[in-house]
């Protein structure tokens, strides 16, 4: 998935307040590259990420990803990119709480038009990728901050995502499981042939990738 910024600017407007947070930032990525961006908090790397995924809509510059321009989307047509286009994985694993792996993982397959039967096997496919077969019934109570991650990873994958952002996806975790976490991205960066960024503040971490950016005055700056 390759992905061209050019002059994107972002600005939040709340309780009469602004805050520009980018500001005419450019990036090019290549299909299949593995991008580590760290910054200071508040930066702005989570609002680079949402732009990016299509949680928040492109207002200003141009952003396309693959053949999309992202800018002036809204809506139904930035959820159908989302949902055609991109994994995403979190800070805080953001599963329900009361479904097991396997449904949280179904739950995502649920969003693109299969059957019920087909949705359970590839649910237990995607858990058996990201090695928690056995885990499938589980509650993300039941699980290790580790295994939640992966669930929350076999869920991103649901919709077979070209392009997979995972911001701080290790915030959370020792680092033990932090490393599996990484490796399993990357895994799944090579296998499935997915463009991977991943937003860490584990220097180590980030040096794994060949790439590395940093955040300065709402552009990036090359580390
Ligand atoms: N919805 C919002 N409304 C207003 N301001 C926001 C909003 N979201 C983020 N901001 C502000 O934008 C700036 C960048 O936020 P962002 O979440 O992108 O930072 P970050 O680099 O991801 O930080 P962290 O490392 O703490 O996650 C911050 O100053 C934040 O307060
Ligand atoms: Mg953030």
Redesign the pocket.
Known sequence: MAIRVRGLSHV???AGKS?A?LQGLDLDIEPGDYVALS??????????LSLLGGLEPVRSGSVIVGDVELKGLTGDALAAYRRQTVGFVFQHFGLLGTLSSQENVELACALSRETRTERRSRSQALLDAVGLRERASHKPIELSGGERQRVAIARALANRPRLILA??PTGNLDEDASRRVIELLEEIRTVRHCTLIV?T?NRSLAARAPKNYG?ADGILVAR
């Open positions: 939040y407007r709340s805050v947070v910054a200071p908090s508040g930066a702005g790397k989570t609002t680079l911001d701080e937003v503040h955040l």
